[in-house]
């Protein structure tokens, strides 16, 4: 007999003559206490992001490009990883071109075997989209794909993500029901709430323990 | 635990690493300091009792309904994390599950691994197996890390080094890793940063624990602060998650309220830094991500508290280690006192089932029944109950057939004989009567040191006149 | 929420019972039985005597049943489970003539409201009378607070005290908050907060021989941070917990000292001081 069957038989026979439960999920419970006029949405995730070490600005989408060059300039960084192949990765190259001599533009272009090292130690930031936002628990939503895989996200000490306001939703479950997560999920979906940190010794909060020691979120007004 | 770890010289009972551990002032002011902590944070993020409860109802409703379909859940997450991908494997024991992780990283001639913090993998000392058979298992998570460095185990499932202070770290960084010492705690962790990247970076496989498997998308939840987690399942090529068999739940939207009791049960975070979905090894298209993912589902025990139906709610536990943040013992004892991997209240109820009550015999009584435990569990186990229960087997005599593993493990006749006694006392009013009678009359003469009571008390000296004798006499005055 | 017997298979997988309701309270009766407990009986007789006290001023007859002994619960805590439904049945039987229990001592009280039922789990028809029996216990605050409703005149001297309560009894039947409110209903007596005040205080009947070292700590912390309250003394209405407190603190030779709660409150209101 397979462990398999096993584990199943002997858990089968416990429940012999049982009948599973009913599913009485109370969606109340886990969105009613969360919920917040249009107007409050952002400020709710802005405080909760900034209360975990979160840098915030609220820009316009044309604005965003000159304020990632600002960052990245103020911080004295070299170079910055970004995706060519998304609207917004083109938004940030033009703008790139019109301006003199920046931090240079690294692009995710190969697989990570290719330039493991280099990705791992030479990186000095990244410039990331979000699928949006979650007012309650101040978290951003990552869809790491072929154009942003995992790793831009995290290996990098500073990450910046933007995120349009238009999509921050109240709570994670209203976030999974729009979004009909159920019916499809990528191969790692995410949602990232501050920059990395620990409280490991003497539960003392240091942040930056393995991944992003700065995370600055550009809140993207429309229009 | 195992003889085969290279821990510091531990006496073999709970009662005898108690001792040493109250001795021990530095221990007891660091954790009672950090429950503190701890217990106000878990208050602070629950400030709404009604909103807590009602979560809290739904947290049990939810891991009783996947209980009461385990089996067949178990079989959907397989079904579906294969059509996505990843390799599923059973395992009935340690041994097994060890074997199988061991084999995965052969295949690929791994010799260096990384892991995220994982409790499943703690309980299979995966560490050893694989030292001994020549692979480097380093532990990412700071808290682990401090702790392996030191040889030791965790003494706490959420913050494992928590019995250390950052003098203690700093000595030990400086002993391991031939840096400077340093007190300035963000300092260590970049220290730790740095090592550890590069072993990141050089690891052939990584394997990480799960907080929710889900059936219904085939997708295994990590939660975490670090990002250690998110590195160890997609900086290697191959990724390893370990879980116990009670971690399935059915739908993506019932690991809405539970990762919400979770993380503020835990460390009072409306959400960890990091929530992780994995769904699949790294696709066709995609530059990044394992190109292989195995999911080890262990049984070790768990199957046999499942069996009782008191006793299998004991599996309906998230690991938030909010029961021993409010343990009046585990604070004043630390973790390592309980000898095995999981300690606190939830250890005393979830270890017999893994090891049997021959090796843990004093964890069901090693507590006062205060409730502290019950009253914050997330999902509503009624630990105190699951003690009296596991006491009940602990003292089963063979024909009584105990029902947990090595039960009967305190069975004792002249303890059963004793108790033989106090109930014909207390169920023959003639004989109490006659109790009461010497007991008042020569309760000062009895000894001054009667045991173990004497050792914190003075000795009882018992009424001179009990409460029938003056109940009688008031009683029947009033009725004059 | 959903119902909970969904299914009635004895190996159907359970859910947390739904959470009690405000307990509804019956009005004052005309008699009651005294159930006085092990420990209150052997070691602190007058604190029960005072129970009675307190029950009588409120215009009750008071009953006490000669042959009762002990509610069960060490037996039950310490797994002998056959010893100690021997010893509940006993009291069950003498107490189902239907009148309300008061009981000096909120553990020893939980067993009835709560844990006769796991104790007589097996048995049907006995859980009907334990259903019954839980029904009218209750613990000695609560009844005074909540079904005698007293109004109290304080005609002791202005004091400060710390209240201690069993820890299962606060979580089971919430007896702090039952006495807190009778305390503050005496005009002169005011109630300091302790640290850590909802920690249990290392009693946990054998627990307390079983694991004399740890339990022997956390009385040392109570004992403690009683004394460090400012409070003159301590107050409390669980015998065990009471048994345990004092006895640590004449064994560290110290001079404060706890008082079960019935004492406390019938010198404030009769103006009997005694020795």
Redesign the interface.
Known sequence: MSARSNILNKLRAGLAGTTPRPDDFDEALVTRPWQYAPEDRITRLRSLMEAVHTEIHQLTTEQWPSKVQELLESRGLKNVLYAPGTEHGKQLAEHWQRAEPRPELLVYDRPIEEWKEELFWQVDASVTGTVGGIAATGSLVLWPDRHEPRLMSLLPPLHIALLKASEVEDNLYGMMQKHNWSAGLPTNLLLVSGPSKTADIEQVLAYGAHGPKELVVLILEDG | MSQRIPVKELTDS??GR??GA?ADDQLRT?FRV?MD??MKKRADAFP?EE?R???R??G???K??A??????L??QLETRLTANGVKVH???TNE?ANRIVHSIIEAKQGSQVVKGKSMVSEEMEMNDYLAERHIECLE????EY?VQLDGEKPSHII????H???FQ?SRLFHDKLGVDETED??E???I??RT??QK??EADVGVSGVNFAIA??G?LLLVE????G??S???P?VHIAVTG?EKVV?????V??L??LLTRSA?GQ??????????????A?????PEEVHLV?L?NGR?GA?????L??TLNCIRCGACMNHC??YT??GGHTYGEVYPGPIGKIITPHMVGLHKVP?H?????????C??VCPV?I?I??ML?R??????KSPAEQPKVKDGGA?YSRKE?AI??F??S???S?VF??LF?WG??RFGKLAPKNV????????A????R????????A??NQ?DR | MSELFYDAAPNATRVAPERPRPRMYPAKPAEVTLFGTCVVDLFFPEAGLDAIRLLEREGIRVHFPDEQSCCGQPAWTSGYVNEAREVARAQLNLLDNGLPVVVPSGSCAGMFRQHYREVFAEEPDTLKRVEDLAERTFELTEFLLHVCKVDWQDLGQPTQIALHTSCSARREMNTHLHARELLGKLANVERLDHDHESECCGFGGTFSVRMPEVSGAMVLDKTRSLRESGAAEMVTADGGCLLNINGSLEKQKQTFRGRHLASFLWERVSGEVKS
């Open positions: 709970f009662r108690a001792v109250l660091n950090a902590s701890l709404d909103e409860e009602g979560l109802e739904l049990n409703h939810i009783a309904r209980l009461s379909r385990l089996p067949d178990l079989e059973w395992a009935e097994e990412s998570d700071m808290g401090i913050m494992p080094a928590i250390k202070n950052r770290v705690v963000n260590l962790i970049q730790g940063r550890l990247r990141f970076l219904e998308t997708t602060n670090e990002g250690n998110r590195m399942t997609t900086a090529p068999i059915e739908n993506l939207r019932d809405v309220p990762l919400s460390l409306p959400i960890t830094t990091y929530v992780n979905m994995i769904s699949g090894p790294r696709k298209d995609e530059l990044d991500g589902l049984d199957s499942f069996a009782d139906a008191q299998r709610q009046p013992v004043r004892v004093d069901p009584s090693a507590s006062s029944l205060c409730g502290a019950g009253e509503k009624p105190p109950e009296q596991l006491r009940q087997e602990n003292v305190k059963r108790w033989r106090w109930a006392l207390n169920t009013p109490y009567r009461l007991a008042t045991g173990p009571w004497t050792e914190n008390h003075s009882p000296v018992p009424a006149r009990s409460l029938h004798d003056l109940a009688k008031h009683l009033g």
